[in-house]
């Protein structure tokens, strides 16, 4: 090979950054160590990776952009090659970058990671809480070793692990009155002051499940955080729509909520595992994702 590993970790970390100074802050070395690198890496390779610009930084070519992903899933077979060497005395060392949808991150991603690594103590994440684009995007980048999502938007190159179906509920206020009812239907709501979760994918989603009545219902606030939407609706604001299971229906202000499902037949989601099918996975993001699936399938829906 006419080029080294070290001078792909250049790339990835100055394509990161798109910026020689920075990168070389992060890299803990000159910046004209990192100028001269990239620019054999470029003679190595025949083709343009960076466009200079005079005092705004860098940008990337469309060739640096295609071999981007590559050159990061080269660099994560280099290290599960010494992951792999490493567990042969006994061990399991590396980082796993893990993406979730951002409605998930809170009730979802901490256990996860606290559990595995307490059974990997070798292991760290670098985590990112984003939207289904910004995952769906890591993952075809390569920044992104695995995602927690729904199966929304899910293209032909990402395998998707469907793990749990996640019907919709509604929140109601703890004195609402219909927080003694069984279930409720969704014609009982549609009037009701509605505090929707405004999140893409999540917002049409809930309003779509109103189409079989009608009528689609009018936010009267709206919130792209859950705890803030749970907040609104156990201080009696209105009602909302989820679908993640809940450990407590205490909010962090004291106020409680009730959770009822529904009456009518409603579409569920499903949460799974996203990686993708371009990107080699890892041992250890192997190991992780079988660690998710038996995890996940286990949640349980702590409803009335």
Same mark, same amino acid.
């Given at each position: ?53 005079? !005092? ?40 796993? !970058? ?121 936010? !009267? ?73 038996? !995890? ?9």
């Amino acid at each position: 090979m006419r080029y080294s590993l070290r001078q792909l970790r250049y790339f990835v970390v100055t394509a990161e950054a798109l910026s020689f100074t920075a990168a070389a802050r992060r890299l803990h070395i000159s910046q004209p160590s990192i100028s001269t690198a990239l620019a054999d890496l470029e003679v190595s390779f025949g083709v343009q990776l960076f466009i200079r610009h005079h !005092a705004s930084g860098l940008s990337l070519t469309q060739a640096g952009r295609d071999l981007l992903g590559q050159a990061r899933n080269l660099l994560k077979i280099a290290e599960e090659l010494q992951m792999t060497a490493k567990e042969m005395d006994g061990g399991m060392t590396g980082v796993i !970058a893990l993406g979730c949808l951002v409605s998930l991150a809170l009730p979802l991603m901490p256990g996860l990671i606290s559990r595995f690594t307490a059974d990997y103590s070798g292991i760290s994440f670098r985590t990112m809480e984003a939207h289904q684009d910004g995952l769906m995007r890591g993952l075809h980048d390569g920044s992104l070793d695995i995602a927690l999502t729904y199966s929304l938007d899910i293209t032909e190159d990402i395998a998707f692990t469907p793990l749990l179906a996640l019907p919709p509920y509604a929140i109601l206020p703890r004195t609402h009155r219909l927080a003694r009812a069984r279930k409720v239907s969704l014609a009982d709501l549609l009037d009701e002051p509605y505090v929707m979760l405004d999140l893409p994918h999540s917002r049409e989603y809930f309003a779509a499940l109103f189409d079989s009545v009608g009528s689609r219902p009018v936010p !009267a606030y709206r919130s792209s955080q859950p705890e803030v939407v749970r907040g609104m609706v156990a201080n009696g604001l209105g009602y909302s729509l989820l679908n993640f299971p809940l450990k407590s229906m205490r909010t962090v202000d004291g106020e409680d909520f009730v959770v009822k499902r529904f009456k009518d037949q409603v579409n569920a989601t499903t949460l799974g595992i996203a990686q993708s099918r371009t990107m080699r996975p890892r041992q250890v993001v192997h190991r992780f994702a079988s660690f998710c699936e038996n !995890a996940i399938r286990r949640l349980q829906f702590d409803a009335a």
